[in-house]
């Protein structure tokens, strides 16, 4: 475990997760994924920035043969009819009958993790999972369906393995939390 505490501009953050429970919770994870679609060849989507160190350490725990694409989320744009939408830039395969997994860093209110899946449900794939690193049940603002959770965590301000504090912080092998 990690005691130092880092500092990232005016914040400091305390150690929260440590890099060795992050990757033993990762190796869990891929062998669910690795049964669950063991007879698949799943389109395995990461949501940049934050969840590339997620789905990198994930992937190479995949023994399934899988494709891979990321994407990026915009951020909140508004419409007259239905509020704030993310929409999903930069993807380039077709997701139509392919079974996809979705790789986020952190689930927090819910809304981008809505938001992305009813994109890619259009797109009508076969299927459709969400696996996300982190999960904050308290800060839900809508229902969320995921299929793989790494760690459910308290409604607080988490940095490092890909999540940032204003663009800082994301290269971190452990999960920080800012200190109170
Ligand atoms: P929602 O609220 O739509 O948010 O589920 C998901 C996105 O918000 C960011 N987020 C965080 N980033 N520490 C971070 O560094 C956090 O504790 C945190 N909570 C939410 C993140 O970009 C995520 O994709
Ligand atoms: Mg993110």
């Given at each position: 475990?990690p ?8 914040k400091s953050f305390?150690?929260?997760?440590p890099a060795?429970?992050?990757q033993n919770?990762i ?9 669950d679609?063991?007879d698949k060849?799943?389109l ?10 997620f789905?990198?350490?994930l ?5 399934i043969?899988?494709?891979i ?5 915009s951020?909140?744009q508004?419409t ?5 939408v993310?929409?999903?830039l930069?993807?380039?395969e077709p ?15 819910g ?11 259009a797109?009508?794939?076969?299927s ?7 999960h904050?049940p308290d800060a839900?603002k809508q229902?969320?369906?995921l299929?793989?959770v ?5 409604n ?11 663009g800082l912080?994301?290269n ?9």
């Open positions: 475990m005691t130092e505490k880092i500092t990232i501009k005016d305390v150690p929260f997760i060795e429970a992050i919770r190796t869990q994870l891929a062998q669910q994924i690795n049964e679609y063991a060849q799943p395995v989507i990461g949501i940049l920035n934050g969840s590339v160190l789905a990198a350490d992937l190479k725990k995949l023994t043969p899988c494709e694409a990321f994407v990026r989320v951020s909140y508004q007259s009819s239905t509020g704030a993310k929409q999903i930069g993807l380039t997701v139509k009958h392919r079974d996809v997994i979705v790789v986020e860093d952190i689930v927090d209110t809304l981008t993790i809505n938001d992305i899946r009813k994109q890619l449900l797109g009508e794939p076969a459709l999972a969400i696996a996300t690193l982190l904050k839900l229902p969320v369906e299929q793989y790494g760690f459910e965590i308290e607080k301000f988490v940095v490092g393995y890909g999540l940032d504090y204003d912080g994301r971190t092998a452990a999960i920080y939390v800012l200190s109170e």
